[in-house]
């Protein structure tokens, strides 16, 4: 546990330090927010029984960066470690596997629960969206399992992507047009039911509509939502154990 | 007599129909820099990376640090260090957090200073890895194998690709490692650093090993001609022969009866290169 620690603190150096990455994962969120905000201002959407845009797009915000910081941050930061055989190298020595995968797990979560706090707290001071302290708990385990099953998603996602070159455009690829589906970019009132049916299969769905119903909505625990973004990371993590690969695939 | 550390017998190793490795024996004594030469497809890194672990094999009986690196375990792990083929550090970290990064996976590391001042790194402790040459990298990834203290060392082509600065700076490190009473397996396909750093070499062509011995036996051995090489009206004269002092004796004497200048003479005996260049010839 102590080396899984030592692990995660040199991961997170790396990820602060990595200009990229922390501009990818922290300050990309924040500006899509501002804009949003600039853009749809004052503006009512009618879900959730008719919100303000800003407070409509602060928990939409937050599914985003957790995600990002989650998936797309270990699907990138892995597959670079593995083709420049940094993987490979770790293996050669006495540190067990799973101390390597729970550092990088652990930096995802933390950088999640970072998210969590500063949009949250940007969309209060900017914008006076409510922070639903009364469902911080129920809050929490949406956001931790959610989290859980984004990690997995990126582990599994490695084995498909086989060069540093390609990391980029396949992640981006699968995630920006859910989060086009889904109501991330675009209200879900907004959006033609027949999309929504559609984005219903995929778990970037299920986890905005879930944090959502208890960022705004102050609902108890989405035990549906919840169910499918577990199952989707279970499905995962199960690929994740058969294909991950800890050598390069570039030769 | 010396332990055995390594010992290979009859190991073969098969990718579908193609035998990448196919029946090769060897014995690394502790204490050795054994070199282990070859063109690049010859199953150098194949046979490094079944002793390390990284590979099974299809046949064949590997022992190295008395286990089988196939079951190996953590304890294992700990007495030995391995540098990769084209492996690069973490850009973000630096010299001195590398070392305590990878120090923390071990039970009883070396200090780190100490590390470092053994790679030659002490003015670039606190440089990120990203801002390092090439050569530095190369040695800093010595040093992460190194931290752990281990009894073995495996060093994949670790000047490949280097400028002649470079490699001389890479030699010094791994010939100081000899000092340390490191064992080191090395490949190489560099003739001269072979015959530099070895005290045993392995040559290995076509997944077998063609000769073996130190590298001024394999030098010996050769069968190879001295080449007497000079320089008369302006002409250049190469003689190749197996008796070079009965032709030394008559070429001297018969430019001493023709009072003739024989200019640039030279005689050289036939180097590690020949030898491998001559062995490692197909088609």
Redesign the interface.
Known sequence: MS?AL??LR?DQ??FW??PAAVFFTVLFPVLLLLIFAVVFGDERIDSGGGVEATTYYVPAIITLAVISATMQNLAMSLVI?RE???L?????????AWVFIAGRVGNSIVLALVMLVLVAAIGRLLYGVEVPWAEAPELLAVLVVGASAFCCLGIALTALIPSQDAAAPIVNALLLPLYFLSGVFIPDSELPSGVIDFADYFPVRHFFSGFFDVYVGGSGLPWGDLAVVAAWGLAALLLAVRYFRW?PRGG | MPQTVISIHDLRKSYGDVEAVSGIDLEVREGEVFAFLGPNGAGKTTTVEIL???RRRSGGEVSVLGEDPARAG??W??R?G?V?Q?????P??TVA?SLR??A????SPRPVDEVIAAVGLLDKADE?AGRLSGGQQRRLDVG?ALV?DPDLLFLDEPTTGFDPGARRQAWEVIAALRDLGKTVFLTTHYMDEAQHLADQVAIISGGEVIARGSPQELGARGGLATTISYRLDDEHVTVQTHDPVAKLNELTGWALAQGVELEALEVSRPSLEDVYLELTRTG
């Open positions: 080396l030592h692990q040199y150096k790396v330090r990595n470690a420049d055989s940094r490979k190298r770790g293996r050669g020595t006495p540190m067990p050598t | 390390e672990g990284y953590r304890a792990r700990e030995i391995i990769l084209g492996g690069r550090p973490d973000y970290l957090e990064l990878f923390g996976y071990y039970g990120r992460m752990g």
